[in-house]
T-cell receptor, first 114, second 115 residues
Framework: NAGVTQTPKFQVLKTGQSMTLQCAQDMNHEYMSWYRQDPGMGLRLIHYSVGAGITDQGEVPNGYNVSRSTTEDFPLRLLSAAPSQTSVYFC?????????????FGPGTRLTVL | AQSVTQLDSHVSVSEGTPVLLRCNYSSSYSPSLFWYVQHPNKGLQLLLKYTSAATLVKGINGFEAEFKKSETSFHLTKPSAHMSDAAEYFCVVSDLDFGNEKLTFGTGTRLTIIP
């Protein structure tokens, strides 16, 4: 199993550009989520999904969209990038709904918005 | 509402000496508690978890943690530090928030091992 994969590993955007961060898992997990990690703030939940076709907002959803058309994939879209979105983004999956069992994390995407 | 406080942002220990990373939590429910480790430029990996069974939890790489409800603590320990333990460690609480289960991450403790 590859586990949770994320692409790209690094990305630099200009303010106002849009892009999609990709996340895929091959463990047949129903629950997937996106976090951002900023220095001194731990991980904060952006959006999550409890299954294909179902998504919901987390703690910091503004400026981000998600969709879940398949169990495997959970892309995160930045609609109009802002410098405040400079961060490291982690995708995670879990075998239980609501994500309170062990989370499996991807390697992260380091995003810089100029 | 739940919260997690990691009491030290940075801990340095010499190789071969004990490690103690402190975590306090607040919760209005019976929480599940986790410790995750993040090595540089990597994702987070589960070290151990407490889910209301034994209060002393053993994890990978010789780490363990003790759930103390009276002290609302879940400190992470290891008897003898190894160079490969250098990483960032996150304490995480899972709790009910208006009927929904929610994970809250601490702000992390960076562990440095001195040769």
């Amino acid at each position: 199993n590859a586990g949770v994969t994320q692409t790209p590993k690094f990305q630099v955007l200009k303010t106002g550009q849009s892009m999609t961060l990709q996340c895929a898992q091959d463990m047949n997990h129903e629950y997937m989520s996106w976090y951002r990690q900023d220095p001194g703030m731990g991980l904060r939940l952006i959006h999550y999904s409890v299954g294909a076709g179902i998504t919901d907002q987390g703690e910091v959803p503004n400026g981000y969209n998600v969709s879940r058309s398949t169990t495997e994939d959970f892309p995160l879209r930045l609609l109009s990038a802002a410098p405040s979105q400079t961060s490291v983004y982690f995708c995670a999956s879990s075998s239980r709904d609501r994500g309170t069992d062990t989370q499996y994390f991807g390697p992260g995407t380091r995003l810089t918005v100029l | 509402a739940q919260s997690v406080t990691q009491l030290d942002s940075h801990v340095s220990v010499s190789e071969g000496t004990p490690v103690l990373l402190r975590c306090n939590y607040s919760s209005s429910y019976s929480p599940s508690l986790f410790w995750y480790v993040q090595h540089p430029n990597k994702g987070l990996q589960l070290l151990l978890k407490y889910t209301s069974a034994a209060t002393l939890v053993k994890g990978i790489n010789g780490f363990e943690a003790e759930f103390k409800k009276s002290e609302t603590s879940f400190h992470l320990t290891k008897p003898s530090a190894h160079m490969s333990d250098a990483a960032e460690y996150f304490c995480v609480v899972s709790d009910l928030d208006f009927g929904n289960e929610k994970l809250t991450f601490g702000t992390g403790t960076r562990l440095t091992i001195i040769p």
